[in-house]
């Protein structure tokens, strides 16, 4: 917490013995050094903050830039910055701010690295807007991302602290802060630029089948893209679960006839979801927050009112992945952030997150927990089970595997008394280079990456976590009702590891089939062959054939894959470059000459959803962090090998931008070239990674102790 500091009576006496010493033995104060000048107390620094207004006269925007935020108290209203129904507001900032104390005591105002690698949810600025936002919010979540305005409102900035009384920007003197992370680094600093736009349907709206749409107006033309929303935990406040879309997800464009109120247009369902609908609506538009179904032609459309929320949602996983790895509990009691170490401390091993890698498999996968017909052998006179109990994959028995009454494992027999940790992992030969740019988005030096997949040949290990929630072995009971903040395998619905974009839900024990060729509640590295999962069967090279024959799905060694999940280097120093954890799999395998239909990956790392309807192609692009930096609707014609149409961002992510694209097809349709663009899209290939019908639709089940006992 905050470090100690003088009492304010002997900070006054050493001011004024310092001041009368400068007037008797010092030069003039002009031939002083700046450093050596400043004899101000913070707090009297801390009210020099600046406030600048600039509106160019013929432009719809203006600017505010505010000098040296306010980070003396929690909260500082701004009633000057003033906001109308109908603005777009875009919020960046930066900076240091010094934080007071003792030793190095300056931090970045909007990504303090103590967050990172100390876990002091502390020293970073805040902000809202009262009714566009429906909460307070880090800076670091509204960084470029537009506010669409509702109604009036004003700028609250506020700053996370316990003791403010020394915070303010005086005494640098060299002081680059904890972990240098001021370096070069000027004071704190926001800016925002305020556009009077008249499009007041852009936002986040709220369907009354469970989903939400992400509607983005431009004049008279209307894009959205519609996604579900999957299992919520009761309690907590989370407003989706990890992945969202996996039910339904359909894609909009139309028009809106401002005058008589309606929006009239066509739709599509893309396979992201287990539906493939389309048709076409007409709208009316009830009130500035309301929009009601008047009629619908093709597909049903399951829709019927609309209701407008914030344009800035407090999306699930919104916050640093460090943040979760200091909450993610492992069975072995240590959080994740103890783990990912690279052989140094808390989170050192944490480089960057939505990280996707190209490869092959070079190993089966196995896992680090008890098949599914495992049984114990061992009989704890305290734990009131037999020994042919099968084990569930529910959380407790992950977390306590070791502790009554959930206990399976003999920790106290076996000399590495960890239990296994319930991973399925695998290697993967890399089959493209990685971007090793240094960026805002690495949390340590990139170039560590580079040298270990030198040393390893680009050879790479992936782990699918089993659970990633915040629960301890004193909560195993209770497992099931605390957040899982990043996907597990044996997790369900949205928090669950995704393949071929289905959950794999692996508690269900027909959804992931563990082998028993292992004990492993008898050795804590110990593992077993996982044979199936989902409708894939998983054998080795000289079994294919045999697998083949029986006309099962079967994958085996250097199978194409393309992995999304978090690049790390765990506790184990010198180990092989890792994803870890997995967030999901792709099994590429597109059929040759087939409708364009199905999942495809670009060269901006982004999953792009297709629907190909006769000559008509829709898409809806998601950056790799789930669409949270960038979500793209295309609407276009395929004629011949030529693809062309018009597209536009949606406030999923931080951009709003729309324009037209042309677009080549290979003779094999299996890759898309870009060749004329308006409105600055990023992507300029496209690879189809499989065909839709390579998805099976499972229901999404939750596996929850009551449906055990």
Known sequence: MKKRIRSMQLRQVLVVAFVFLVLVFSPPPA?????????????????????????????????????????????TEYPQI?????????????????????????????????????????????????????????????????????????????????????????????DNGTHDQCLGI????????????????????????GATYYLHQEGSL????????????????????????????????????????????????????S???????????????????????????????????SSVVPLFNSTDVAGSFFKIMRNDQGSMAHHMTNGQGDNQGLFRDNTVVYGTLKSLPVANFPGNNASITFFDQTCPFSTDYRFPRIYPYFMCADFCPYKWFNGSAITNNDPPDGDVHFDVQLSRPLNLTPGTDWYNPPSIIGDRLQQYGNLAHAELTMYNRTANANQCAHGDDYPSLLPGWADGGGNSVLI????????????????????????????????????????????????????AKCLTLDQPVRITGVLALDEHSGNKVEIHPVYSIDIIQPT????????????????????????????????????????????GILQGNGLSGEWSDVPLGTFRNHGTLNLSLDANRINLSRLVQTGNFGAQSWDKLYDQNARIHLPMIQNRMSEIR
């Not at 020099?48 to 040296?68: G, M, R, Y």
């Not at 996604?227 to 996996?246: C, K, N, R, Y």
């Not at 959803?609 to 609707?633: C, E, K, M, P, Q």
Request: aromatic share 10%; glycine share 12%.
């Open 592 to 635: 040759l000459g087939a409708p364009l239909t199905g999942i495809w990956g670009a060269d901006d790392d982004a999953t792009y959803y297709v629907r190909h309807i006769g000559n008509a192609v829709w898409w809806l692009g998601l950056s790799r962090d789930r669409g949270l930096t960038f979500a793209n609707v295309f609407h």
């Open 222 to 273: 209307v894009w959205w893209a519609g996604m579900s929303e999957e299992d919520v935990i009761a309690g907590h406040d989370l407003v989706t679960t990890f992945q969202q879309g996996l039910r339904f997800t359909n894609v909009f464009e139309g028009k809106v006839d401002g005058g008589a109120g309606v929006i009239s247009g066509e739709w599509a369902d893309v396979p992201r979801g």
């Open 31 to 75: 031939s002083l050094p700046k450093a050596e000048s400043k004899t101000l107390a913070c707090e009297s620094d801390s009210n020099s903050q600046l406030v600048i207004h600039s509106a160019p006269p013929n432009t719809n925007f203006e600017t505010w830039d505010i000098q040296k935020p306010m980070v003396r108290q929690a909260w």
């Open 82 to 174: 003033q906001f109308q129904a109908g603005d777009r507001v875009t919020l960046t900032a930066g900076g240091c701010v010094q934080t007071g104390g003792s030793g190095k005591t300056w931090k970045r105002y909007v990504d303090p690295q103590d967050f990172v690698f100390d876990n002091r949810d502390a020293y970073y600025g805040s902000a809202e807007i009262p009714i566009a936002m429906p909460a307070p919010m880090r800076l670091k979540a509204l960084l470029g991302r537009p506010i669409d305005m509702p109604g009036g409102s004003y700028l609250r900035l506020g700053y996370a602290d316990d003791d403010y009384s020394d915070n303010g920007y005086c005494d640098r003197n060299g």
């Open 500 to 551: 071929n974009g289905q959950p794999l839900n692996g508690a269900d024990f027909s959804r992931v089939v563990i082998g028993t060729e292992a004990q492993v509640f008898t050795n804590g590295n110990a593992s077993s062959n996982v044979e199936r999962v989902l409708d894939w069967t998983l054998v080795p090279p000289e079994s294919l054939a045999r697998c083949r024959a029986t006309q």
């Open 275 to 309: 539906t493939l609908g389309n048709g076409s609506l007409t709208l009316a538009i009830t009130a500035p927050d309301e929009i009601r179904k008047r009629e619908e032609h093709g597909s049903h459309f399951g829709a019927t009112v609309w209701r407008k929320g």
């Open 186 to 209: 000027d004071n704190a600093w926001v800016h925002l630029t305020v556009v009077h736009a008249n499009d007041m349907l852009s936002g986040v709206w709220f369907g009354d089948d």
